[in-house]
Each structure stands twice: as C-alpha cells, then as structure tokens.
C-alpha cells in the first residue's frame, strides 16, 4: 500500500480534517492548482483544503518561485529541514512554476505525510532495479526512524522514484489509502 510517517512516535504530525495553506507566488500557479485538484478530489470526504489569505495564519506555507530566479528541486520542507524526511503536519512547501503536476503532487504527498516509497524497510522489491534507478538506494545508507511500511510495496506509488510519477497527473489508489491510514480518517 504505501510508507509513510509513523504515527506511533509522531502524533503530532497527523493531520484534522481541515488542511490550512497560504500560497506566495511571483508568476503563475496553474499546475499548483491542478495538482491541489487531484488530491482533493479524492480526499474529499474526509479531508479538506482550506486557502487563507493573510501570510503567518496557516498551517502550511507554499512557495511558488519564479524559475528563473531560483535553481534547486522543488521540496517539502517540514520543520527538520529535510526534503521529503519528516512529512506531515507542517511546514513549508516549495516549488517552482514550471514543475510538472506530477511532481507537485508528490510534494504535497510529503506534506499529507507519505515517505519515499523505494525507502521501506525490509522489503526487497523496494531494493530491486527498475529502469535506470536502483530502488532503495537510500536504504542502503542510513534508515528513516520517523517512517514505517503501511501494506505492501506499490510500484505505482507517485512516492517511488523512477517511476515516472513526474508525468502522472493524480495520486495512486493506495497513496490516498495510506495518507487515510496515516491520519486516521
Ligand atoms: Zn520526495
């Protein structure tokens, strides 16, 4: 299904009902949007996003640079300061305004509190090769306390590098299952 945060030591990074977001941006947000749309449409019943206004207010920060005028990957970045390392409630989501949807909605997976798929633990399809990407790459260099496996693996996770989830344009079935999982909904 999918691997995300680990709720037993991290209660305070799951989730209400209602998810908080100011949005800054210099030039356009259309594939924010579109990427907010597809994880909406299909949290809609028990999650909900909610656009306030005002700077300093919300629960999450999403930046929207201008391409160029910023170089770097697009991150969520909570608290910890790690891209993608403790996801969940909080933080700041940056971004750029020429990222593809799929990426967007990987990131904002971060932020519903989704880890990278190819970093479960003891799973070997996790550690196999696909394409040109050794999955669990990461794994193999130091271990994430604050995640653990929810179900199976799923090779279709828009968390799995190389999967090409850059050009998908919704999360998968069982992304949406582990972010209700995750936080309890
Ligand atoms: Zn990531």
Known sequence: MGYGINTDIQTNKIWGSVI??????????????SALRAWG???KPKIFFSEIAQPGIAEVTVIIHNTTM????SSWRSPDGLNGRDPGRGGTLNLKDTDRVGTIIHEI????????EQDRKNDARATSVRGN???????AKRSWPNCKNYGSFNPNSIMLYGSGYEDKTAPDQDDVRTVFEINKK
């Open 41 to 43: 449409a299909t949290l």
């Open 20 to 33: 908080s977001f100011y949005v800054q941006v210099t030039t356009n947000r259309n594939n924010f949007d």
């Open 109 to 116: 997976g971060h932020m519903l509190g989704l880890c990278h």
């Open 133 to 139: 990407y050794l999955f669990g790459h990461e794994v």
């Open 70 to 73: 910023v170089t770097g990957s």
